[in-house]
């Protein structure tokens, strides 16, 4: 079975870890590919940056922080302290040393002209995360955010990571601007593991600034909308609020309710036509949504064409999060039938 995920970070890493549990413990033939955000990618002190790959890779080769859930287990941040005292900004992000390394690598990488898949493609051979990695483009893509500016009337944009772990996302979001998508082409392989799918499944990534990035990449959402694979997403809402991090500053400044209905709705069904001369169209086929917080949700999306259910949705361990995935599994089964 040909199962294709996109996903940003934690949520992305978290699930796929429990998918390749649900994987070995079942005893189902998977071959899985996560197309991986890469809009949160900076340049910093003149190294690249792909916080969303390796939270996935060090996720799935078991080199985590479990208990920050980004950068390296046993870190040390030797390298940032003295980077401080010489007064070098910025401060504000966390940038430990083991860490250090995997960004040294791939920088040099980059520089010596291999694209951002074959660098990952390598530092996977280190990590073994047991599913293929495929950054969403090999072009350099950054989400900023616009915000207002300190005159009246004025507005600024700073970069996606420093709204949101400078400013805790606490400066109103006026949009999202995702730079280099007009030009960008998406990574080798993302669209053929949309297509060549038998499974898409939508982890419970960020809506707006992970999932919502991948989908404005050239050719993602019609490969979604045309996949025979049944497309079932996973809601990162449980109860009104993210379950971790702060979706709800991006979803209001696209005005999008903090609900796991008004996601779904968001990404919409794939049955639903596309207007003559509208963009877009819908990409979802399944939802689930937590049934401690959210049983009312199914009921409410049945005359949308989304097929939603139920279950419980947190993320508490692999055991439960190897559940999640053989619902979403069970609920493409029942929607390919
Ligand atoms: P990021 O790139 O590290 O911010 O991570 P993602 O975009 O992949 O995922 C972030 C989302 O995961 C947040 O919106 C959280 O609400 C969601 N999330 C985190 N833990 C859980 C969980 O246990 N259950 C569910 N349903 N969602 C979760
Ligand atoms: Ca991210």
């Given amino acids: 079975m040909r199962i294709t995920l996109l996903a ?9 870890r429990g998918l390749l549990h649900h994987v070995a413990t079942s005893g189902l033939d998977a071959d899985i590919t996560v197309v991986v955000n890469t809009g ?10 792909c916080p969303d790959l390796d939270s996935i890779m060090y996720t799935l080769g078991g080199g985590i922080s479990e208990e920050r859930g980004w950068g390296r287990e046993d870190e040390t941040f030797t390298v940032m302290g003295e980077l401080g005292k010489y007064g070098v900004e910025p401060t504000w992000f966390g940038l430990g040393d083991r860490d250090l390394a ?10 010596a002209g291999y694209p951002l898949s074959a660098v990952t493609e390598a530092l996977c051979a280190r990590w073994q995360p047991g599913v293929t990695l495929l950054p969403m483009s090999d072009d350099r893509l950054e989400t900023h955010v616009v915000v207002d500016g300190d005159e009246p ?26 730079v280099g998508v007009d030009v960008a082409k998406p ?37 979604l909308r045309a996949t025979a694979a049944p497309v079932v997403g996973v809601s990162p809402i449980v109860g009104g609020a993210p379950v971790r991090g702060m979706a709800d500053a ?20 794939r049955v639903a036509a596309v207007p003559v001369g509208a963009d877009g169209g819908g990409i979802l086929d399944g939802w689930l949504v937590d049934d401690a917080t959210d049983s009312d949700v199914p009921g409410r999306l049945a005359s949308t064409g989304i097929a939603s259910r139920a279950v419980p949705l947190m993320m508490t361990d692999v055991v439960a999060t190897a559940a999640i995935c053989a619902a979403a599994l069970a609920l493409a089964e029942d929607l390919r039938r």
């Fill in 187 to 223: 990574g080798p392989g993302v669209l053929e593991a949309i297509s060549g799918a038998d499974v898409v499944l939508l982890p419970p990534s960020n809506p707006v600034v992970s999932v919502g990035t991948i989908l404005q990449v050239a050719g993602v959402r019609d490969a």
């Fill in 153 to 178: 009337g004025t507005r600024r944009a700073l970069h996606f990571q420093e709204w949101w772990v400078r400013h805790r996302a606490s400066l109103p979001a006026l949009a999202f601007p995702l």
């Fill in 250 to 269: 991006c979803l209001s400044a696209i005005g999008v309710d903090t609900t796991a209905e008004a996601v779904a709705r968001h990404y919409g069904p």
């Fill in 102 to 111: 995997t960004h040294i690598v791939r920088t040099q990488m980059l520089g």
């Fill in 8 to 16: 940003g970070g934690i949520g992305g890493a978290r699930f796929t």
């Fill in 40 to 49: 949160d990618d900076i340049r910093m002190f003149g190294l690249q940056l």
